[in-house]
């Protein structure tokens, strides 16, 4: 349960970030039951509608996790946006796409090396 109330937390800073600070318009707080989180959806300064996804900074976050959130949340959309929450309310906004990988590893025989 506190987990719950940590990421309403995040949603209603987010929310009245977007709305009060970014003049977004229809700011909407919404739960997934599949993912079992709250997200938002509003229009940008442009009409364009997004989606939002408020975490805590101490939430703990995958790249399975955001692959998979996007389906649920958004439907057919190519992105969201992921807002981090810190404890003293500063927000972090990232855009989040479909099909987001891990970075590939550096081969390393083909590093050059000042030596």
Not at 53 to 77: E, W, Y
Not at 91 to 114: M, Q, S, V
Request: with cysteine.
């Amino acid at each position: 349960m506190a987990g719950d109330n940590v990421q309403l937390h995040a949603s209603l800073v987010t929310s009245l970030h977007l709305s009060e600070v970014k003049k977004w318009s229809n700011v909407e707080l919404k739960h997934c039951s599949e993912l079992n989180m709250t997200y938002l959806c509003a229009r940008d300064q442009q009409q364009e509608l997004r989606c939002v996804l408020p975490l805590s900074a101490s939430h703990v976050i995958s790249i399975d996790m955001l692959s998979g959130g996007l389906g649920q949340l958004c439907g057919d959309i190519k992105s969201f946006i992921l807002a981090v929450v810190d404890d003293d309310s500063t927000i972090a906004y990232y855009n989040i796409f479909k099909d987001i990988h891990p970075p590939d590893l550096p081969n390393r025989e083909t590093r050059n090396y000042k030596q």
